[in-house]
């Protein structure tokens, strides 16, 4: 079984309750943005590295270690006060982390096969096929949005989004993962953790960005939650149901 694991942004106390849930997990797939700017950057890092048969690939947040985004002042900004936090080889490091990884066939990416700061959404949209970049015809796995869902893509795709484990925005105050069982079913996960915990020591590193994960953590997100509860609750699409888990075959 793969365990998935994205958006980790250095929550260890979210990944240290995900690793106590993932008996059986033999082999992991790390999806980026895994701990700049957090209260726990190294040991976040210390405990994915301590993981077996793990594949690594790179977010967005690990590209703007030496790529901040020109149009987003308030990135750069943040970025300038905590990288280096990290020394310069693990910088280096995790800057030159493959952007895919194909697993079983099927694609692992950050945040959409065109760009690592873009992704797909709850529903469909129009651009949908432009994010695919020539994609077809498989499953594809991402990230980036903290949104935890799955649904039909365009041209043959099938779009998963395991949620975020240290941020999340999909309405509930818990971390989001999944897994991919050996028959291909992925399934998604929540689980619960001490949050307020979390929530006070990120907001200890001050505005802007301690305050925005520490709400994230201690609500579940903003309103595009609420499309995301729906959607993942939906009976029709839903093989298995449980407290924690929903099962979908693909």
């Not at 690939?57 to 280096?84: S, T």
Request: aromatic letters at 8%.
């Amino acid at each position: 079984m793969l365990g998935i694991l994205y958006d980790i942004h250095g929550n260890l106390l979210a990944l240290d309750a995900v690793l106590a849930e993932a008996a059986g997990v033999e082999r992991w797939l790390l999806g980026g943005d895994y701990g700049v700017g957090s209260p726990w950057p190294h040991e976040t890092l210390e405990r994915l590295r301590g993981l077996p048969n793990a594949t690594w690939i790179r977010g967005n947040g690990e590209r703007w270690l030496f790529e901040p985004p020109d149009d987003r002042p308030e990135v750069k900004e943040g970025y300038d006060r905590f990288k280096d936090e990290l020394s310069p080889e693990e910088q280096r490091w995790l800057f030159d982390l493959p952007p895919r990884a194909e697993i079983d066939g099927v694609l692992y990416l950050h945040g959409s096969p065109l760009a690592d700061d873009e992704s797909f959404d709850i529903e469909p949209r129009e651009d949908d096929e432009r994010l695919l970049a020539g994609e077809h015809d498989r499953t594809i796995v991402f990230g980036h949005s903290h949104l935890q869902f799955q649904r039909p893509g365009p041209n043959g795709t099938f779009l998963v989004n395991p949620g975020s484990v240290g941020s999340p925005r999909h309405g509930e105050p818990n971390a989001a993962w999944a897994v991919r069982r050996d028959g291909g079913e992925f399934e998604l996960r929540r689980t619960d953790y001490d949050t307020a915990r979390a929530a006070a020591a990120f907001r200890a590193l001050g505005p802007p960005i301690g305050e925005m994960f520490a709400h994230r953590i201690e609500t579940g997100g903003d309103g595009a939650a609420r499309a995301c509860r729906a959607q993942v609750g939906s009976p029709r699409r839903a093989v298995a149901v449980g407290s924690r888990h929903v099962r979908w075959r693909r």
